[in-house]
């Protein structure tokens, strides 16, 4: 069950990041390990929500994934008061440290708006597995099927209460 939660909680998440980012054309959040890596979502998560805070082609067309890593980890920091948890150096890599990445991808989800729509949803839903679940993580949760209702209230509880979700009308 512990599987099934954490599980669900990074699908809100990624689906929170991708509808977040959905604008930027640069940026494919599929995971929360390579899709870091270049620096590029960090910024773009950012961005989206507060464009007030940088320029996005500015920090886009820095020269390395270390120099957009870092300007995303002290925006955050000096403008929303999140630590600087990670080192840019660690996630500039081919496989940084999942866990890392969703410690630091839910701070902001604490600070930053929270609306998860249905679409969002379904489209995280439909990423290849290898895509967004690495192979330890494939648990026999993934042959369990819930209705979609059932799956869907799972997934708002086992995330937090704060998620705001946009029905269709």
Known sequence: MAGLQQTNSEMILLSWVRQST????????????????????FNALLHSH?????????????????????????????????????DPEDVATACPDK???????????QVLPQQVTMEAIREVEMLPRHSRVTREEHIEVHEQHFSQEVSFNFLLSSCCSKVVVSLPT
């Open 22 to 41: 959905r604008n930027y054309p640069q940026v494919n959040v599929t995971n929360f390990t390579t899709s870091w890596s270049d620096g590029l979502a």
């Open 50 to 86: 507060r464009p007030d805070l940088f320029d996005w082609n500015a920090a886009a067309s820095q020269p390395s994934p270390v120099q957009r890593l870092d300007h995303a980890f002290n925006v955050a920091r000096q403008h929303l008061g999140i630590e600087k948890l990670l």
């Open 99 to 109: 866990k890392s990445i969703l410690m630091y991808v839910t701070s902001l989800f």
